[in-house]
Every structure is written in structure tokens, then in C-alpha cells.
């Protein structure tokens, strides 16, 4: 199963009135991340919890090769594929832009997409356009992921799993 994982609003949380933890003094930060300085509120202890879920995980983010050179080694995952987005203005609205690449890059195959920007349009438009199983959870950019947020993708992955 694949897990398409965005970053902004997803792993990375922003636009919350409340000051957010900082990991940066707890964890090494790789030299690259130097010149993204919000990095410090992912929190790394996000990545065991992905790799925890059994999934193909992806990134689904505009933040493209840097996932992989600043996230990925301070999450403690390996490099991941990436969606690499067609060249094209965004589609209108309600749709995101996002929906129609998830679903030709997962070809068939059930998928989890994590994101702060889905809405019912998106759940709908895969529902009728994507013949396998596909959880769009959308996620409060305010807190990033959260335990709520992997209790839901746990419990739909494994119902899948069990077939249901």
C-alpha cells in the first residue's frame, strides 16, 4: 500500500497562534537543513511512526529532492520516490491540484494521502476516478500529524489488511 505524505501543514506545522516545540536542541540537524530554518519543529520521532504503518511511503510535496536531503535523514528514513508534478497551471477549484497526479502515480493500487488541503471534492472525485481503496485524511496545519491522525490511517490500513 502506498502512503503519499505531504510536508507543509502534514509534518511541518504552521499557522498556529501557540508557539511551537522546537526538536533542534534534542536532535543533530543535518547540514543541508541549515537553510530551512522551520525544520527544527518537525518532530523526528514522525519517522519511526511512518515506517511503523507497513506502507510505501512517498512524498507528495513541492518540497521535491529537499524531503529527501534535509527530512528524510532527520526523520531516520532512507530516501523516498517522489511525485514529480506535470508542468501545468492549477486546475480549478474545488479540486486539488494535487488529486489527479496521486491517482495516475498510484495506478490502481490502494493508497493513504495524507494532507492538509483535502477537502470532499478530492474524496469524491478519487471515489468515482480511482478503483482501489484510497483514505484522503486531511490533517490540522495548525499541529502537523498527530496521534488522532495515525489512529485513523492505522484503522483504515488495518481494515484493509484484514480485507474488509
Not at 7 to 36: I, K, M, N, Q
Not at 67 to 86: H, I, R, S
Not at 108 to 127: L, M, N, Q, S
Request: hydrophobic share 45%.
Amino acid at each position: 500500500m502506498l502512503l503519499f505524505l505531504d510536508v507543509d501543514g502534514t509534518l511541518l506545522p504552521f499557522g498556529s497562534a501557540c508557539a511551537y516545540p522546537s526538536y533542534e536542541a534534542r536532535f543533530d540537524v543535518p547540514a543541508e537543513a541549515v537553510e530551512h530554518p522551520l525544520l527544527g519543529r518537525v518532530d523526528p520521532a514522525l519517522g519511526a511512526r511512518l515506517t511503523a504503518l507497513d506502507c510505501e511511503l512517498v512524498w507528495a510535496t513541492t518540497w521535491m529532492d529537499d524531503a529527501n536531503v534535509c527530512l528524510a535523514p532527520w526523520l531516520g528514513l532512507p530516501p523516498l520516490p517522489l511525485v514529480d508534478w506535470p508542468d501545468e497551471d492549477e486546475l480549478p477549484a474545488p479540486l486539488h491540484w494535487k488529486t489527479r497526479p496521486l491517482v495516475d502515480w498510484a495506478d490502481g493500487r490502494a493508497f493513504v494521502w495524507v494532507d492538509d488541503e483535502i477537502t470532499a471534492a478530492d474524496r469524491d472525485w478519487v471515489a468515482v476516478h480511482h478503483p482501489a481503496p484510497a483514505l484522503l485524511h486531511q490533517v490540522d496545519h495548525r499541529y502537523g500529524l498527530t496521534e488522532r491522525d495515525f489512529a485513523v490511517v492505522e484503522e483504515w490500513l488495518g481494515a484493509r489488511r484484514a480485507g474488509r
